[in-house]
């Protein structure tokens, strides 16, 4: 086993009951709260090289979603990223993390700017990146096959076979077996019932949707060779909110996180110390 996916017990999982609900989590550092939400199929293992490098700088928690890891599932199947947030909020206050700066990833953007949207007081800055935005204006052909897609897939290969096919496409041809370990890793952890509720929310909501009830000023990052969420259309999207700042990064795909975390962890110390009044110098 690889070396990131080793230095794991270094940042043990934790566990909150929130109202009978089990929720997983990690933590490491001290300082301004960061909150570091993963895709539709990673967890919270995902963000070790955040966890180890960034400890200086924030304090981090990152969750394993409802339905994913040790976390209980939403209560229903049919999910909007509002229903996500709820169970993010309520990770908030028992935390007791004073207006957190919120990174989502991929469909963890689609959470994060549904948080912001409801709660815009309630939080330091908002960073989307390589921001999934959605099918939820696609035709309902579309929808349909998004949703079938990915649960169809683990139930055909497994955790193994879904790793070794799914892998790969997250990160760059540069990636080395460090990087392709640690996403199978999390992949190993899906639940078929999270897995399900999270390409529900992916094919029938749209991050635009809360965008739009957010007017302060966000951060995007992307991978340059990201192929899930290419630049031309994470692009597009941050054209259309005022006040973004951008962070291109050469040699990282989808999982840009994971395949370049140090141009990454840069990436976003520069975008929270020119969010507006957010106190975080790079």
């Not at 976390?71 to 999910?79: F, H, I, R, Y």
Request: glycine letters at 12%; aromatic letters at 6%; one cysteine or more.
């Amino acid at each position: 086993m690889s070396a990131l996916v080793n230095s794991l017990p270094d940042f043990p999982l934790r566990h909150l009951d929130l109202g009978g609900r089990r929720l997983a989590y990690r933590s490491a550092g001290r300082g301004p709260a960061l909150v570091l939400l993963h895709g539709i199929s990673s967890g919270s293992g995902s963000w070790v090289c955040q966890l180890e490098r960034l400890a200086r700088e924030f304090t981090l928690v990152a969750w394993d979603a409802p339905g994913y890891g040790q976390s209980a599932p939403l209560e229903t199947a049919t999910p909007s990223a509002l229903d996500y947030a709820a169970v993010l909020h309520e990770l908030v206050v028992a935390l007791e993390l004073e207006r957190p700066l919120v990174l989502g990833h991929s469909l963890g953007a689609m959470i994060g700017a549904a948080y912001a949207s409801r709660h815009p007081d309630g939080v330091r800055g908002l960073v989307l990146a390589n921001p999934a935005q959605g099918y939820g204006r696609a035709d309902a052909d579309t929808r349909t096959q998004v949703y079938r897609k990915r649960p169809e897939m683990l139930r055909k290969l497994g955790h193994q076979g879904l790793a070794a096919a799914r892998g790969p496409v997250l990160l760059s041809q540069h990636a080395g077996q460090e990087q392709l370990d640690l996403v199978a890793h999390g992949m190993m952890g899906l639940t078929l019932d999270g897995f399900e509720a999270a390409s529900y929310l992916l094919a029938h909501d749209d991050i635009r949707n809360y965008l739009a009830d957010y007017s302060a000023p966000i951060g995007v990052i992307y991978g340059e060779e990201d192929v899930i969420t290419p630049p031309a259309g994470v692009l597009e999207l941050a054209a259309g909110h005022p006040g973004v700042g951008i962070e291109s990064l050469a040699g990282a795909g989808h999982a840009s996180y994971i395949d370049q975390p140090d141009a990454f962890n840069r990436a976003l110390c520069r975008l929270a110390g020119a969010l507006p009044n957010r106190g975080v110098q790079a």
